[in-house]
């Protein structure tokens, strides 16, 4: 059973960063790719990065491009999401999700598994 689970979540002001961690658990996801994706209240999940579990090749999202980053740590099973200067538009529930095998997947219907999502929220 695939399990995925973010923390990291929280309140910063407008500027401020924090890192999102998720961690994966119940099998081993070479070929996959390792999404963030946030949603807002009435509006649509949104991609923001993915990145390839075994190669680490990335990309993020042109609304966060320079100010997030991904990042993986294959030994520990953890997928991190840096977020700096981050803007009162970030606010979202986050979600990270495993993709199915192959590209670096931006749409959620490319998705298997889903964490339970972590809530960010930054003041202006």
């Known amino acids: 059973q695939v399990q995925l689970v973010e923390s990291g979540g929280g309140m910063v002001q407008a500027g401020g960063s924090l890192r999102l961690s998720c961690a994966a658990s119940g099998r081993t996801f070479t070929s996959h790719g390792m999404g963030w994706f946030r949603q807002a209240p009435g509006k649509e999940r949104e991609f923001v990065s993915v990145?390839?579990?075994?190669?680490?090749?990335?990309y993020v999202a042109d609304s966060v491009k320079g100010r997030f980053t991904i990042s993986r740590d294959s030994a520990k099973n953890m997928v991190y999401l840096r977020m700096d200067s981050l803007k009162p538009e970030d606010t979202a529930v986050y979600y990270c999700?495993?993709?199915?095998?192959?590209?670096?997947?931006?749409?959620?219907?490319?998705?298997?598994?889903w964490g339970q999502g972590t809530q960010v929220t930054v003041s202006s």
């Open positions: 990145i390839r579990w075994s190669s680490g090749n990335a």
């Open positions: 999700a495993v993709s199915e095998p192959g590209n670096l997947y931006t749409t959620p219907s490319n998705y298997q598994y």
